[in-house]
Nanobody
Framework: RLVESGGRLVQAGDSLRLSCTAS????????MGWFRQAPGKEREFSAA???????????RYAESAKGRFTTSRDNAKKTLYLQMDNLKPEDTAVYYC????????????????WGQGTQVTVSS
């Protein structure tokens, strides 16, 4: 089970940190990803973090997230984070975390488990 938290209403330029806490799975064996879905749009990839080499994990970001979003993980706490800085109105969406067993990628179809999502709303 994955549970996201931290979403709320913020203003453009603000920062926000989302968390995703996992239970019932061997968190250290899963690559983790963040996806988002805006109203009327399809779900899209935002960020992903590999499960190997936990001290220096490989990360990948969507173009829209590069330079503003940072994902990290704490395997001891079974928690994934997404630090979002300089938020823009177009970042408004429901943000989902997802887990992929020993498979690192940006395609939503490759993820095995999903959270229920947390709403992020950025006002202009």
């Amino acid at each position: 089970r994955l549970v996201e938290s931290g979403g709320r209403l913020v203003q453009a330029g603000d920062s926000l940190r989302l968390s995703c806490t996992a239970s019932g799975l061997a968190f250290g064996d899963y690559a983790m990803g963040w996806f988002r879905q805006a109203p009327g749009k399809e779900r899209e990839f935002s960020a992903a973090i590999d499960w190997r080499a936990p001290a220096t994990p490989i990360t990948r970001y969507a173009e829209s997230a590069k330079g503003r979003f940072t994902t990290s993980r704490d395997n001891a706490k079974k928690t994934l984070y997404l630090q979002m800085d300089n938020l823009k109105p177009e970042d408004t969406a429901v943000y989902y975390c997802a887990a992929s067993y020993r498979r690192f990628g940006t395609n939503a179809a490759g993820y095995d488990y999903w959270g229920q999502g947390t709403q992020v709303t950025v006002s202009s």
